[in-house]
């Protein structure tokens, strides 16, 4: 059995080159297709062929998942699997803008038990695993040390800010929108940002890793009711989720996700 850590090793190394291939593409117009309303260029497939080559080969039991190929089911008597966005962030990334990430988890038992998050562009690299420090460029990290009397600040998608300045604006001030959901969580573990909203229709691979990295930084990722969000090889839709330093998560969910 390959501990947290071994995996963590793996994954970073993985996560590096990807990264160095996605910015072998970055500024120079990748070509681009859609999805639905969503772009994807051949920058977000070659990370992900990358990716996927290196980590099944070594780790061929494990399952895959990924935003841009096909699920692999774990093999017999195997509960882990990978959980991959070869970029998180593509319209940024597009855009010749610098906050997009490869993000790369192992689930154990429902939970991340190791995580990367790689900003190439910005040489940053956040880890960690289920017993260990989140970091970023190895240096520990820890979030906000939030208190209940200031303002949150806080980092979201447009439509969402503009529902919860309706409910209490008045307690919060808005960082600019940073399009890359792993890479806020990622602001959120390293304690530049309180807290952020995930959106109901966000996907496994956009949080898996940043979902761990932010817990192991003294954060939560929970659900409505506070409990801890759950991976499965086959991913369910869930809602409004809520990520956070402690005390930010507790006042986010006295507001109530419905109207978020």
């Known amino acids: 059995m390959f501990t947290p850590e071994d995996d963590l090793a793996l994954i970073r190394t993985a996560a590096a080159e990807a990264g160095r291939i996605a910015l072998g593409f970055w500024k120079r117009e990748p070509e681009v297709w859609w999805k639905g309303s969503s772009p994807v260029s051949e920058a977000d497939f070659a990370a992900d062929a990358h990716l996927r080559r290196v980590l099944l080969a070594a780790r061929p039991h494990y399952g895959w998942i990924s935003e841009e190929t096909a699920a692999q089911p774990a093999g017999a008597g195997e509960q882990r699997f990978f959980v991959v966005d070869p970029i998180d962030g593509t319209r940024a990334f597009l855009r010749g803008e610098t906050t997009w990430c490869i993000s790369v988890a192992v689930i154990g038992e429902g939970r991340p038990i190791a995580g990367v998050l790689d900003a190439p562009a910005l040489g940053e690299v956040f880890g960690a695993t289920a017993d260990g420090a989140a970091t970023l460029n190895d240096q520990p990290i820890a979030v906000s040390a939030f208190e209940r009397k200031r303002k949150l600040l806080l980092s979201m998608p447009d439509s969402m ?13 808005f960082a600019a929108n940073v399009p890359s959901l792993a890479y806020r969580l990622a602001m959120v573990a390293s304690g530049r940002l309180d807290g952020t909203l995930v959106g109901a229709r966000a996907n496994d691979w956009d949080i898996a890793a940043g979902d761990l990295i932010l817990e192991r930084a003294g954060g939560r990722l929970v659900r409505a009711d506070g409990q801890p969000h759950l991976y499965n090889p086959a991913p369910e839709r869930h809602g409004v989720l809520v ?18």
């Open 243 to 260: 990520a956070g330093a402690q005390g930010a998560v507790r006042r986010l969910l006295d507001y109530g996700l419905e109207a978020a």
């Open 161 to 173: 800010r503009r529902r919860l300045e309706g409910l209490r604006g008045g307690e919060i001030d």
